[in-house]
């Protein structure tokens, strides 16, 4: 059965690489977005394009509605959409930090609760953690957002079974628009780490969410699969 893949954020950078691969695994698409080039993008990809912000109770109603009414089953959904707000401890306005929780942890939480009774039998959730969720000095909200992604993902999975798989990625440093923003020094300092001595690409976090949706990790549930190129232990 054909069924379509929800990717919350896939208008761009690692959520469009994710949305590209699992169209080559035979999926139907849905992208939910806030970015004007939502629709153009949607086109491109001959997916259906679902203008949400999937961080609030509305945006998910919406999201719900849109699946409802395209009458196409949902097989796969990955909660993809997140934002940085970067900033030293004191330094840190209550605005960006809640923002932060808001959006990484908020949407993972709603789009789950709001959809995952959508979702056919044997169907997956991959949400999108980070390798920053060890701790990255200046990212303390989003740390925090991304170890309650951990959380989640494993009480999801165990409240879910054995009807929904529920695993997430947690990528280290990746070539994207999120990491363009760093200061090129500390982008630089990154990269010298990673012990397979390169940045992540899109495609590396794409290839793995693919596996973790398909029938091929179908006893796999509850995990967090590191793709950083080894720094997570270096
Ligand atoms: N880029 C990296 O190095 C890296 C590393 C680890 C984890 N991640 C995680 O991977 C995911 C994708 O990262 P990216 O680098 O592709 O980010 P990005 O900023 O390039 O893209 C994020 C997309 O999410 C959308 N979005 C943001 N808030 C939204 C909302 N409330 N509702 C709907 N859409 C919303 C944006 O419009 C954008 O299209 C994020 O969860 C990020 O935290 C990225």
Known sequence: MTTTAV?????RGIGRAIAERLRAAGHELAIVDLSPDLEEVAAELGALAIRADVS????????????ERSGRPVGVLVN???ITRDAIVHKMTEEEFAAVIRVNLGSTYRMT???ADLLVDGG?????SSRAQL????????????TGIIGLTRAHALALAPRLRV????????????TDKMPAEIRERVIASVPLARPGQPEDIANTVAWLASDESGYVTGQVLYVCGGRSFS
């Not at 990717?7 to 208008?11: D, L, S």
């Not at 997956?124 to 999108?128: E, G, K």
């Open 135 to 146: 701790g990255n000095v200046g990212q303390f909200n989003y740390a925090m957002s991304k």
């Open 56 to 67: 609030s109770e509305a945006g998910v109603a919406t999201v719900r509605e849109a699946l």
């Open 7 to 11: 990717i919350t954020g896939g208008a």
């Open 113 to 115: 609760e709001g959809l």
């Open 167 to 178: 695993n997430a990625v947690a990528p280290g440093f990746i070539a994207s628009a999120m």
């Open 124 to 128: 997956t959730i991959v949400n999108l």
């Open 80 to 82: 993809n959409a997140g």
